[in-house]
C-alpha cells in the first residue's frame, strides 16, 4: 500500500501513484521492516529534481522494481527540503562510501536506520541488479552488512563532529579568504571552478562587504565579472527574470532549469548590494527583475513564497525556455526575428538540445541608445506572451521557512537601495515602482505567514503548505534565517514586534542547539534522534545553519544593544574560523558575517518625523559599512531600542552612529554623517 496520499510535500505527492509500498518518513515504518526483518530503501529528492523525476519515471513506475521493492524492502520516501536533517545525516554516509553527493540519493539502511550501502541515481537496470544483490546480501551475509553499517555511522560521527579547533575570524584571515577567491576565480568566464558551475551568491555578497571595508578592487572586479556573466548568460532567464539552479556547462550557456528560491533570493541581495556601491545599471535591472520573479512567479497570496519552479515541463527539461532562430521569426516576423536572434544567440545549430538554444544577451542593452532598448523592450514582451502559451513547469508550492527568510532580508535591501536610487525621470520609473509595490506586498505576506502559521508554541515549524503547517520541526537554518528576516523587517518598518519575534527564536536557538565549544548543532536537542546529530558548519546551496545564525545574532545584538548575542555570534564564528582558512568557497556567508563583526557592525539611529523622505536616512543606507543596522523613526518609538533616548537636535533631524557599543555626538548634516560612516 502507498502512503503518500495524505502527504504535504508535492516531492512525496509525485509518488503517490507509484506502485512501491512507499512510507514517509516515520517510526512506523522502521517498525515495519524489523517486524518483517527486511533491509529499508531510503530515496530521498526534492520536487524540482530532474533526475529525481527520471528514476521515478524508470524505476518507481515500473511494475517489475516496485515488485522487488514490494518484497524485499520497507521503502521511505523523504523530501530534502521538508527533513533536511535526515538528508544530511545520510548524505554524509553517501559521500563517505562514494566520495561524491546528489540526488535522488539512494540509501540502504537496517530497520534501526543504519546506512550500508549508499548512492545517487541508478539506471533501471543496474537498480534492479543493486536491489538483487542488496537483499540476498541481507539474507546471506547479514553480519558483513552489519559491520559495513557500522562502519559508515563511525564516518559520519566524525565528519559531523563539533568541538574541534577554533581561532578569531580577524582581518588576516578575511583578506586570506578573499585572496584565495581571487586565486580560484575563472577569469573568463566568472565565478569559481569549472562545469557544473553554481551561482556563488554568498562569495560574491562577502566580495562586496570585503571591498567596502579594504578598498581592494580585486574583490569588486571579481563580483561585476561575474555577476554580468550570469546576467548576460543562459542561467539568467532572459524573459521573465530570474536564475536557474547552475549552469551544465563552465560559462554559464545552458542551465539546469529549476529555479529555486533560495537562490534568487541570494543573488538579488548580490545586484542590489553591487548597484548600491557602484549605481551599476545592469545590476539594478537584474535586481529590479528578479524581485519581480520572486513576486510574480514565487509568490502566493496570503501565503509565503513556493519553493521552486520545476527543471521539467511535461518531463523535458528546458521545454519551455529553448528556441530555434525559425521560432523567433514565427512569433516576431522576418526582421526581428533576424534581429532577435542574434540578440540573443540563437544560432541554427543551437547551444541545448534538438538543435535549439537557451536565450543569452550577446549584445548590450543598459547602455545604448534609447531606441534600441525599447526595441529590446518590445521583443522580449512579445517573446515572453508567446512563452506563456506554451506548457509551463510545476511549481513546488511548499513554503519553506528558512528561504522564506532569505527572500525577506533580500526584499527589504532591495526596497532602502531603490529609495535611494530610483527617479521619477528614470524610464521604467513606473515599472520600478509596480515592482517595488508587489514585492513588499510578498514580503510583508511572507513575513505574517511565518509569524503566524509557523510558529507554533514558541518553536518553528520547518513547512507548510496551502496555508497548513507541516510536521518537521525546525533546523538551525530556518531559525538563523528567519531571525535575521525579522530583524532586516525591523529597520524597514519600525516595528517593534519584528525585533520581539526574532529574539525569541535566538533565544531557542540559543536553548536547544548550543554545542560544546560555542558551535551548534542543526537539530534541536529535543528533536527526533537520527543515527547521528548534524552539525555542518559549511555553507553550500545555502547558509549552513551556523552561519545564519550567527547572522542574526549580530544583527538581534546591533538592534538591542544586548552583549551576550554578540558574544555568541562571536564565539561561534570562531569555530568556522578554521574552515574559512581553508576552504573559502565554502564559507561565503560565515565570512559575510564577519565582515560585518570586523566593521563593528555600525548601529545608525535617525531620530526624525520623516523617517521616507529625510536626507539623513538617505545617507546611512547609502554609506552604510559592511553589515551596519539603520533605524529611523521618532525619538524614543516603543520597540525600537535603537531610537531610546536618541532626541533631535534643536528641532532637526539627527543620526546617532555607533560602533561596537560605543557612540559618536550626533550629527544633523548629510557631510557629518558620512565622515562618520567613512
Given at each position: 500500500m502507498n502512503r503518500l496520499a495524505g502527504a504535504t510535500s508535492p516531492y512525496l505527492l509525485q509518488h503517490a501513484d507509484n506502485p512501491v509500498d512507499w512510507w514517509p518518513w516515520c517510526d512506523e515504518a522502521f517498525a515495519e521492516a524489523k517486524r518483517r526483518d527486511v533491509p529499508v530503501l531510503i530515496s530521498v529528492g526534492y520536487a524540482a529534481c530532474h533526475w529525481c523525476h527520471v528514476m521515478a519515471h524508470e524505476s518507481f513506475e515500473n511494475e517489475h522494481v516496485a515488485a522487488l521493492l514490494n518484497d524485499d524492502f520497507v521503502s521511505i520516501k523523504v523530501d530534502r527540503e521538508e527533513r533536511p536533517d535526515v538528508d544530511a545525516v545520510y548524505m554524509t554516509a553517501t559521500q563517505a562510501m562514494t566520495g561524491q553527493g546528489g540526488w535522488p540519493m539512494t540509501v540502504f539502511a537496517t530497520p534501526d536506520g543504519t546506512p550500508f550501502f549508499c548512492g545517487t541515481y541508478f539506471p533501471r537496470a543496474n537498480f534492479v541488479r543493486l536491489l538483487q544483490?542488496?537483499?540476498?546480501?541481507?539474507?546471506?551475509?547479514?553480519?558483513?552488512?552489519?559491520?559495513?553499517?557500522?562502519?559508515?555511522?563511525?564516518?559520519?560521527?566524525?565528519?559531523?563532529?563539533?568541538?574541534?579547533?577554533?581561532?578569531?575570524?580577524?582581518?588576516?584571515?578575511?583578506?586570506?579568504?578573499?585572496?584565495?577567491?581571487?586565486?580560484?576565480?575563472d577569469t573568463t568566464n566568472g565565478g569559481f571552478g569549472g562545469a557544473p558551475k553554481f551561482p556563488p551568491h554568498m562569495n560574491l555578497l562577502f566580495l562586496l562587504r570585503h571591498h567596502q571595508r579594504t578598498g581592494d578592487p580585486r574583490s569588486l572586479e571579481i563580483v561585476r565579472h561575474t555577476a554580468e556573466a550570469m546576467a548576460r548568460g543562459g542561467i539568467y532567464d532572459q524573459l521573465a527574470g530570474g536564475f536557474a539552479r547552475y549552469s551544465v556547462d563552465a560559462h554559464w550557456t545552458v542551465p539546469h532549469f529549476e529555479k529555486m528560491l533560495y537562490d534568487n533570493a541570494l543573488l538579488l541581495r548580490v545586484y542590489t548590494q553591487l548597484w548600491r556601491l557602484t549605481g551599476d545599471p545592469l545590476a539594478r535591472r537584474i535586481a529590479r527583475d528578479t524581485a519581480r520573479f520572486l513576486a510574480d512567479e514565487l509568490h502566493q497570496p496570503g501565503d509565503g513564497f513556493a519553493s521552486a519552479l520545476d527543471a521539467d515541463t511535461e518531463g523535458v527539461e528546458g521545454l519551455t525556455y529553448s528556441w530555434t532562430p525559425a521560432q523567433l521569426v514565427e512569433v516576431l516576423g522576418e526582421e526581428d526575428g533576424r534581429w532577435a536572434a542574434d540578440l540573443f544567440a540563437v544560432t541554427e545549430q543551437g547551444t541545448f538540445e534538438h538543435g535549439t538554444s537557451v536565450l543569452r544577451l550577446a549584445r548590450d542593452v543598459d547602455d545604448v541608445a534609447p531606441e534600441i532598448r525599447a526595441r529590446w523592450q518590445q521583443v522580449v514582451g512579445r517573446l515572453l506572451a508567446a512563452r506563456d502559451d506554451r506548457p509551463q513547469p510545476a511549481r513546488d508550492d511548499k513554503v519553506v521557512a528558512a528561504w522564506n527568510g532569505l527572500a525577506i532580508t533580500a526584499i527589504v535591501e532591495f526596497q532602502q537601495v531603490v529609495a535611494l536610487y530610483a527617479s521619477p525621470q528614470d524610464e521604467d520609473a513606473n515599472l520600478m515602482e509596480g515592482v517595488v509595490i508587489v514585492a513588499d506586498g510578498a514580503m510583508r505576506d511572507a513575513a505574517e505567514h511565518l509569524a503566524a502559521v509557523h510558529l507554533v508554541d514558541g518553536r518553528l515549524r520547518r513547512v507548510s503548505r496551502g496555508g497548513a503547517v507541516g510536521e518537521p520541526a525546525g533546523v538551525l537554518e530556518d531559525y538563523g534565517c528567519v531571525a535575521?528576516?525579522?530583524?532586516?523587517?525591523?529597520?524597514?518598518?519600525?516595528?517593534?514586534?519584528?525585533?520581539?519575534?526574532?529574539?525569541?527564536?535566538?533565544?531557542?536557538?540559543?536553548?536547544?542547539?548550543?554545542?560544546?565549544?560555542?558551535?551548534?548543532?542543526?537539530?534541536?536537542?529535543?528533536?527526533?534522534?537520527?543515527?547521528?546529530?548534524?552539525?555542518?558548519?559549511?555553507?553550500?546551496?545555502?547558509?549552513?545553519?551556523?552561519?545564519?545564525?550567527?547572522?542574526?545574532?549580530?544583527?538581534?545584538?546591533?538592534?538591542?544593544?544586548?552583549?551576550?548575542?554578540?558574544?555568541?555570534?562571536?564565539?561561534?564564528?570562531?569555530?568556522?574560523?578554521?574552515?574559512?582558512?581553508?576552504?573559502?568557497?565554502?564559507?561565503?556567508?560565515?565570512?559575510?558575517?564577519?565582515?560585518?563583526?570586523?566593521?563593528?557592525?555600525?548601529?545608525?539611529?535617525?531620530?526624525?518625523?520623516?523617517?521616507?523622505?529625510?536626507?539623513?536616512?538617505?545617507?546611512?543606507?547609502?554609506?552604510?559599512?559592511?553589515?551596519?543596522?539603520?533605524?529611523?523613526?521618532?525619538?524614543?518609538?516603543p520597540g525600537v531600542p535603537l531610537l531610546a533616548d536618541r532626541a533631535l537636535v534643536d528641532g532637526r533631524s539627527a543620526a546617532y552612529v555607533c560602533r561596537g557599543f560605543v557612540c559618536q555626538r550626533p550629527v544633523t548634516t548629510v557631510e557629518e554623517l558620512v565622515a562618520e560612516l567613512r
Open positions: 544483490s542488496v537483499a540476498t546480501a541481507w539474507r546471506d551475509q547479514r553480519e558483513e552488512v552489519l559491520r559495513q553499517g557500522a562502519a559508515v555511522v563511525e564516518a559520519i560521527g566524525g565528519a559531523q563532529a563539533v568541538g574541534g579547533s577554533t581561532a578569531p575570524l580577524d582581518a588576516p584571515l578575511l583578506d586570506a579568504a578573499a585572496a584565495t577567491l581571487a586565486g580560484e576565480y535575521e528576516a525579522f530583524c532586516a523587517l525591523h529597520q524597514l518598518t519600525g516595528e517593534g514586534r519584528w525585533l520581539t519575534l526574532a529574539g525569541g527564536l535566538l533565544d531557542v536557538a540559543l536553548e536547544h542547539f548550543a554545542a560544546p565549544g560555542g558551535a551548534f548543532y542543526d537539530t534541536a536537542d529535543d528533536a527526533e534522534r537520527l543515527v547521528a546529530r548534524p552539525a555542518d558548519p559549511t555553507d553550500n546551496a545555502t547558509p549552513s545553519g551556523r552561519s545564519a545564525l550567527i547572522a542574526g545574532l549580530v544583527a538581534y545584538a546591533a538592534l538591542t544593544g544586548e552583549t551576550r548575542y554578540r558574544e555568541a555570534a562571536e564565539v561561534a564564528l570562531g569555530t568556522v574560523a578554521p574552515i574559512v582558512g581553508q576552504h573559502a568557497r565554502f564559507t561565503g556567508y560565515a565570512a559575510t558575517v564577519g565582515e560585518a563583526l570586523l566593521s563593528g557592525p555600525y548601529e545608525i539611529a535617525v531620530a526624525t518625523d520623516d523617517p521616507t523622505d529625510d536626507p539623513l536616512v538617505a545617507a546611512a543606507h547609502r554609506h552604510a559599512p559592511p553589515g551596519a543596522v539603520v533605524v529611523a523613526g521618532r525619538p524614543d518609538q
